[in-house]
């Protein structure tokens, strides 16, 4: 049945075709016919010389993007420069108003107690800062080993095209992330100081008082934005997580719920022992001497490989009784 339909169907379609074409050829003019014929004409001879079965829709856009990944991959080395230069204007800015406008004020208006605690936590403050920036910025980020080595690797890098070692990340911009940290949160306690109490518009001179007003306006964005991501790190060391592990365990969380299993993440040694080795914290007398002081002592570890933590041993022997 399927067959005489078909050889039924096959001389309508070809005498449907005929017709159209006929009715084309006699509604549309003859140099605009000789266009189309020429574009199909065109347009077989660009398919017969660089047709490629492996080509598609996403391969023509990687080429039509690929002029912006080189401009991103040569320009964003120069991010980091700006960056650093950004965060150096303004935080002179903000020092150099706080001794020439703010200073003179507080000596007026403050009481002795108060102008030593406000002396001593202001440059406590600046000294950390400026430390803790300068580590980050010229800390070496470390590199991974170029010949064979018996380290597990997770993955492979897409920029330097090199094996990755379990929770590393190649960053275009920042390279050290502990001095980094504590940068940030030395730097949004500063910030939260300065702008809690409301600026004051007694002054005469014009550019003092646009110079508080900037300080004010400065200083509270810088608040809430350090604040925030302050927090949002804090959460992450407290679990003992990267913001990359973040995603990947909650994706792996996900599937083994799914299971009806529980997904414990090996890099997760309690929330205190987290900080501890985050900070680089042994003894308590390294609270004072590598966290309120500033230090330059180096992180636990290597980089590469990572102790388990205490259930993951404590499992591992149980499995190995057995």
């Given at each position: 049945?399927?067959?005489?339909?078909?050889?039924?169907?096959?001389?309508?379609?070809?005498?449907?075709?005929?017709l159209l074409l006929?009715?084309?050829?006699?509604?549309?003019?003859?140099?605009?016919?000789?266009?189309?014929?020429?574009?199909?004409?065109?347009?077989?001879?660009?398919?017969?010389?660089?047709?490629?079965?492996?080509?598609?829709?996403?391969?023509?856009?990687?080429?039509?993007?690929?002029?912006?990944?080189?401009?991103?991959?040569?320009?964003?080395?120069?991010?980091?420069?700006?960056?650093?230069?950004?965060?150096?204007?303004?935080?002179?800015?903000?020092?150099?108003?706080?001794?020439?406008?703010?200073?003179?004020?507080?000596?007026?208006?403050?009481?002795?107690?108060?102008?030593?605690?406000?002396?001593?936590?202001?440059?406590?403050?600046?000294?950390?800062?400026?430390?803790?920036?300068?580590?980050?910025?010229?800390?070496?980020?470390?590199?991974?080993?170029?010949?064979?080595?018996?380290?597990?690797?997770?993955?492979?890098?897409?920029?330097?095209?090199?094996?990755?070692?379990?929770?590393?990340?190649?960053?275009?911009?920042?390279?050290?992330?502990?001095?980094?940290?504590?940068?940030?949160?030395?730097?949004?306690?500063?910030?939260?100081?300065?702008?809690?109490?409301?600026?004051?518009?007694?002054?005469?001179?014009?550019?003092?008082?646009?110079?508080?007003?900037?300080?004010?306006?400065?200083?509270?964005?810088?608040?809430?934005?350090?604040?925030?991501?302050?927090?949002?790190?804090?959460?992450?060391?407290?679990?003992?997580?990267?913001?990359?592990?973040?995603?990947?365990?909650?994706?792996?969380?996900?599937?083994?719920?799914?299971?009806?299993?529980?997904?414990?993440?090996?890099?997760?040694?309690?929330?205190?022992?987290?900080?501890?080795?985050?900070?680089?914290?042994?003894?308590?007398?390294?609270?004072?001497t590598r966290v309120?002081?500033?230090?330059?002592?180096?992180?636990?570890?290597?980089?590469?490989?990572?102790?388990?933590?205490?259930?993951?041993?404590?499992?591992?022997?149980?499995?190995?009784?057995?």
């Amino acid at each position: 049945m399927r067959g005489q339909r078909s050889l039924l169907l096959g001389p309508a379609r070809l005498c449907l075709r005929l017709l159209l074409l006929l009715g084309y050829r006699r509604r549309c003019p003859p140099l605009l016919r000789g266009l189309v014929q020429r574009w199909r004409y065109g347009k077989v001879c660009l398919r017969s010389l660089l047709y490629n079965s492996f080509g598609g829709s996403d391969t023509a856009v990687d080429a039509a993007f690929e002029p912006i990944y080189w401009l991103v991959d040569n320009v964003i080395r120069w991010c980091g420069v700006v960056f650093v230069v950004l965060v150096i204007v303004l935080t002179s800015s903000i020092v150099a108003i706080a001794y020439l406008c703010v200073l003179p004020l507080i000596l007026r208006t403050y009481s002795v107690p108060r102008l030593c605690w406000h002396f001593f936590y202001s440059h406590w403050n600046l000294i950390l800062i400026v430390f803790h920036y300068y580590q980050a910025i010229t800390t070496p980020p470390g590199y991974p080993p170029q010949g064979r080595n018996d380290i597990a690797t997770v993955s492979i890098c897409k920029k330097c095209i090199y094996p990755k070692p379990a929770r590393t990340h190649h960053c275009s911009i920042c390279n050290s992330y502990g001095s980094w940290d504590l940068f940030r949160e030395a730097y949004a306690a500063i910030e939260t100081y300065h702008q809690t109490p409301p600026p004051t518009f007694s002054f005469r001179e014009r550019v003092t008082h646009k110079s508080l007003v900037y300080l004010w306006f400065l200083c509270s964005s810088v608040a809430l934005a350090l604040g925030a991501l302050t927090v949002w790190h804090a959460v992450l060391i407290s679990r003992g997580e990267t913001s990359i592990e973040r995603h990947i365990n909650k994706k792996e969380r996900r599937r083994l719920q799914a299971k009806g299993r529980v997904f414990r993440n090996h890099y997760n040694y309690g929330c205190l022992d987290n900080w501890k080795v985050f900070l680089g914290v042994d003894t308590g007398r390294h609270w004072l001497t590598r966290v309120l002081l500033p230090s330059s002592h180096l992180p636990h570890g290597n980089g590469m490989t990572w102790d388990p933590p205490p259930w993951v041993t404590a499992h591992s022997a149980s499995v190995m009784a057995v």
